[in-house]
């Protein structure tokens, strides 16, 4: 009987062929989902890392865009603008040759600036010899329906530095600042700089590069910092 029970003992404690395959079975089927998972993760980030490399390049793409589109706008303006005043100007100066001829006496200036203003062709210069930053440099330009300092060529640029009273050591602000997207420069009625009139650069971490005129050349620097600025603006028509 004691034999029987022992028999009976060994048998209960001896696992099964069954069991060991299912045990065998699970064990393969939990590692299989681990690699699966594994190869689903870094397939997930490599999804994710690429919308947001797509993403990025979309968005620079578009700011790029926006801007190009706006200084197309200001360029049609700027151009409109021009126009304009070409066709006012050959008008009034019709009407002041013709009241020249009728009264040679008349104290009557075909071309003039306001007091203190500098003329050099169809444009008027004046040096504010007040620091100020960039853009409030602009702002006063505009208030004397003036814009920052142009230079279109290099007479202009002759006249500029031998003609306007300006302190050697000190910079001046002109109308030029660099696209923060292309880190191309422009001016500020959306044209492109003559290629010797592009400033010596510097390496500036700032992201607003504006144009300043010091000791006959151009040269880069941050626009929040403080310097003279040259304004200029279409000479006056009038007749007294």
Known sequence: MHEEELYSSLQWDIPTSEASQKCLCSSKCS??????????????????????????????????????????????????????????????????????????????????????????????????????????????????????LQIDSKEEMNFILHSIRMTKEFGYWVGMFQDELSQSWFWQDGSSPLPDFLPTERQLSASQICGYLKDHSLFSD???????????????????
């Open 31 to 148: 590692g299989t989902w681990c690699v699966m998972t594994v190869i689903s993760c870094v397939f997930c980030v490599g999804l994710l890392a690429t919308s947001i490399f797509l993403g990025i390049k979309f968005f620079q793409v578009s700011s790029l865009a926006m801007s190009q589109q706006e200084r197309l706008i200001q360029q049609d303006i700027a151009l409109l603008n021009l126009t304009e005043w070409q066709r006012n100007y050959i008008l009034e100066m019709k009407n002041c040759q013709a009241l020249q001829q009728r009264s040679p006496r008349s104290d009557c200036n075909c071309s003039h600036c306001p007091h203190n203003w500098t003329q050099n062709g169809k444009s008027c210069y004046y040096v504010f010899q007040i620091q100020k930053k960039w853009n409030g440099s602009k702002e006063i330009c505009l208030n004397e329906d003036a814009r920052l």
């Open 222 to 240: 941050t626009c929040n910092n403080w310097k003279y600025f040259i304004c200029e603006k279409n000479a006056l028509r009038s007749c007294i």
